[in-house]
Each structure stands twice: as C-alpha cells, then as structure tokens.
C-alpha cells in the first residue's frame, strides 16, 4: 500500500504503541487477518464434533473408555485461550461418561521453567486450575521420562505416554524455524527430553534454510517433530488461531497431521503479506509486550522481516529491550559480540549444543543479509553500550525511541529519496511471501 500523501503508521511497542510517519512512496505490509468467530463455544463444540479426519472426540473417548486421559496444553509464553478449549473438550468427554478426575493437564514446557500457580490462574482460569490436576514437563528429569527411540534418543514424558486417551492442544501461527507453530510442537518439543530439544534446535537443523517461517516441506525441524509425535502418538488434536487480541478466529481439531495441514494452510493465507521485491529501508517492531521484553525474542521480528531485505539493506526494529534473555543466552552473546562468523564456526564444529545458541544462529541470518551496520535496533529499555554489544547497532539520538526512528527514517529519506520503503508494523505477527513470478 502506497499513496501521494505521508503514511502515520503504527507499530507495537511494549504495552502499546508508537506512531511513525513514514514517506508517501513506502509500502504498509500488514495481513488480512481473520474476523473472530461470533460464537466460540458453539465453534469449539463444532470442531469437537466435526473434525478433521478423525471421529469426534466424544466417539473416540467411547471407543477408548479410559481411565486416564492427558491433555497437553502450551505455557505462560504463548497466548492460547486454554480455558475455553479445555472446558469444550471435557464437556464431550463428560458425553461419553469421562469424568474430570480422570483427566490430567499436562503443560508441555519445553525446556522452560514450571507454571507457577498464579500463571495456571492466567492459562485456565481460577475454577479449571484449582480442581483440575495439572503437572509441568520437566525436560531434565529422566525419572517423568520414557525413551521411545534408540536412533537418535528421544524420550517423551511418561505420564503422557501412558494415558488411554491423549489429547493435544495448541496454537496454530507462524513459526520462524519450525514453520508453523500447533500440530507436532505439542509433542516435539513441548513434551520430551533435553537433548531431544537441544537437537531440534541444533546447528544442522537451524542452518538448513527451510527451517523458516511458514516452510513446512523440506523442514527439518518440521520433520522431527512429526516424526517424534508419530512414535508418541496423538488420539485427538485440538488447534486454534487467534487475532491480536487473542479471540479465536479458526479451530482445527482432529487428527493431528490432517487438522494441522489444514490449518497452517489457512492461518498462512490471513497471517502473510506478499511483496514483489525486497526494499532499501525496512521498519518493523518486536511486537510489542511480552515479546519485546526481551532482545532473545526480539530476533523474531528480526528474522520475519529477512524476505523484504537485500544485500546492504537497512532494517530498523523497535523494541523496549528490558533483558538480554537466558543468563546462558547473555553470556553467549557477550563472548562473541560482533564475532558473528566466529560463532557459527564454533558451533558447526562442536558435538554439544549451548542452550539458546539457536537464537543467535537466527540472528546470524540477518547479519549475513545486511550487516551489523544495517541491523538497527531503537530501544528505551537496555543502554546503547549494552545493545552494541549484541551484534546490533543501537538508533542512538534525542528523545524517545519514536522521536529516534522518526529522525533517522527522515534522514534516510532526505539522503536517498529513490529509496523502497517498507513498514512492518505488526512485526513478527506479520509473515512476509514474495510474490511467485508469472511465465
């Protein structure tokens, strides 16, 4: 979207917003979106009971009578409407006589910290998490864990392992290795061992170049986690899409490699923007909370941008900053800082993987693009002499992070007035496809 008169666009930035002007000839790159869905607990029962290849889920507790069912669901870090899909399915299990006591949610961490009582509050409101019994994946503890393969080693949690019915949840949006998030995360890596995720994150996979956002053939990482969830197993998935107020848009419930495949299709239709070649000056945000609290998940508003920017472009991101990240993650970037190629050969050659190095790795693609003099970062939450030490040049100046950005696009627009302009202003939320030429 261009036109004659300068765009007021914007973006997200920590708790709210910022307001850019950007030139009359710049491109505003947003996604379509999708309209929440006007009846979400009729939608639930809808996709419960007619999914996608699979019975519905009342059928398949039927069928099973089990006398223990686990539910996978996403942690603090992701923003899935859980209470409404939990109290779904267990009003068609209670319809196939399935009471709640036989139930166990289990929050698939990764290898994140355990919920905290008041975060299973905020995930499933005050009622579910209070009668219900939840238990957190502990990737470490070898005592919750089953190996399941030799060839590599992977092992999935015991309890999950051993339930009559297993039920997974999720969220279904654009993911900057892996694809798409939902389906097979909920499995691999939500709910298995260290090294398993170690390896999901490692080098091999993490340089493929189909390890990218809204790839899913030819993923490695994709494939790895379909081929763990094939040995774990699934009865019954249960995805969603959400808008960026985090109403339900889409359901996608059912097997878990149908209803997947269906979904990523869809959300990657509402959730991109196409462009028909990259630009000169890109600007794009973090996201805003809770994502730009951190400068580890700001890299994905990084990486999402890297299909609008050439060789020599210059990508201005905005984002508060408070914390580096992991004290692992902090310490790796300091110890190579602009080193950038020196720490992709270290980790090519070593046997072990350091967690969060996959982070960095991501990073490494911009860098390759644009350079550390064309990676910009504007924040108010980090000092410059903190932020130039991660391999990103701080937007230093007068004033706030607005006042700073708005001076140096004005400059930049002053000094190259031919220059392609692109503004991102949902950040990471947008996927950016260049257009398929034609003939």
């Not at 990073?363 to 990103?392: F, H, I, N, P, W």
Request: charge should be negative; proline fraction near 7%; charged fraction near 25%.
């Amino acid at each position: 979207m261009s036109s004659l008169e300068p765009h007021d666009v914007t973006f997200r930035y920590d708790r709210g917003h910022i307001t850019l002007r950007l030139p009359p000839n710049a491109d505003i790159l947003t996604a379509p979106g999708a309209p929440p869905l006007p009846d979400p607990q009729q939608a639930l029962r809808d996709a419960l009971q007619n999914p996608i290849g699979s019975q519905p889920l009342a059928d398949v507790a039927r069928d099973r009578n089990p006398r223990n069912v686990v539910i996978t669901i996403s942690d603090i870090t992701r923003p899935v409407p859980n209470e409404p899909i939990i109290r779904a399915i267990l009003d068609e299990l209670a319809s196939a006589d399935v009471t709640p006591d036989r139930v166990t949610i289990l929050v698939a961490t990764g290898m994140h910290r355990p919920s905290t009582p008041e975060e299973r509050v905020i995930m499933l409101g005050e009622e579910l998490a209070n009668t219900l019994r939840i238990v957190d994946h502990v990737a470490d503890d070898a005592s919750s864990l089953t190996r399941v393969s030799d060839d590599p080693p992977v092992s999935v949690n015991s309890l999950y392992l051993e339930a009559d019915l297993k039920i997974v949840t999720g969220l279904i949006e654009p993911h900057f290795m892996a694809g798409y998030s939902g389906g097979r995360k909920g499995i691999c890596p939500g709910i298995v061992d260290l090294a398993t995720i170690s390896r999901f994150h490692g080098y091999a996979t993490m340089s493929n170049r189909n390890s990218a956002e809204g790839i899913l053939d030819g993923n490695p990482c994709h494939a790895e986690g379909l081929r763990v969830a094939r040995i774990a197993g699934c009865d019954f998935l249960v995805n969603c899409a959400i808008d960026d107020e985090r109403r339900l848009v889409a359901l996608y419930a059912g097997d878990i490699e149908e209803a997947h495949d269906v979904g990523c299709a869809e959300v990657g239709r509402f959730n991109s923007a196409t462009i028909d070649e990259p630009y000169d000056l890109v600007v794009t945000c973090a996201g805003g909370y809770p994502l730009d609290e951190s400068f580890y998940q700001t890299v994905k508003g990084m990486v999402t941008a890297l299909p609008a920017l050439r060789e020599k472009s210059t990508l201005v991101i905005a984002s508060r900053c408070a914390e580096v990240g992991s004290a692992t993650y902090h310490e790796l970037m300091l110890e190579y800082e602009d080193n950038w190629e020196g720490f992709l050969r270290d980790i090519a050659g070593r046997d072990t993987i350091i967690k969060d190095q996959w982070e960095f790795q991501m990073q490494t693609r911009v860098l390759e693009r644009v350079g550390k003099q064309g990676l910009m970062l504007a924040s108010d939450g980090m000092a410059e002499t903190d932020l130039s030490r991660l391999c990103v040049t701080p937007l230093a100046g007068a004033g706030d992070v607005a006042d700073r950005v708005q001076a140096f696009i004005d400059q930049y627009v002053a000094d190259h007035p031919d220059a392609r302009v692109a503004a991102i202003p949902e950040g990471p939320y947008t996927m950016i496809r260049r257009a398929v030429p034609v003939g």
